[in-house]
């Protein structure tokens, strides 16, 4: 979020295309979480120009950590004076997505 409001873009990203293990999105639905905002550990997130995203992610899934990698969105020309992101649901509808309001859950580690 913050990245796109200091950058005024369009941050365009598609839920299914996001790692979200049975677990962890079992949880978040008995709990009423939207696992885009639960805090996580281990995951990488890289903005590269389009002409080189299918290369960088060749290379990352040569790597044994890096394996499950996917492209899940894209960074838009916004003609709003805010960045704003929206997410595509599986259903193929689109949500504004807000900043986090009050507490994250605390991490337990």
Request: glycine content about 6%.
């Amino acid at each position: 979020m913050e990245l796109a409001e200091t950058s005024h873009l369009h941050f365009q990203i598609d839920e299914t295309l996001v790692q979200i293990t049975p677990s962890v999105r079992g949880a978040c639905e008995i709990l009423g979480l939207d696992p885009l905002y639960v805090a996580n550990e281990g995951c990488f997130v890289a903005f590269i120009p389009q002409a080189k995203s299918r290369l960088a992610l060749e290379i990352l899934k040569e790597h044994p950590l890096s394996k499950a990698s996917a492209i899940i969105g894209n960074v838009l020309e916004n003609n709003k004076s805010f960045g704003y992101v929206t997410a595509k649901s599986s259903l193929g509808t689109s949500r504004l997505m807000d900043r986090l309001t009050g507490e994250q859950l605390p991490r337990i580690c």
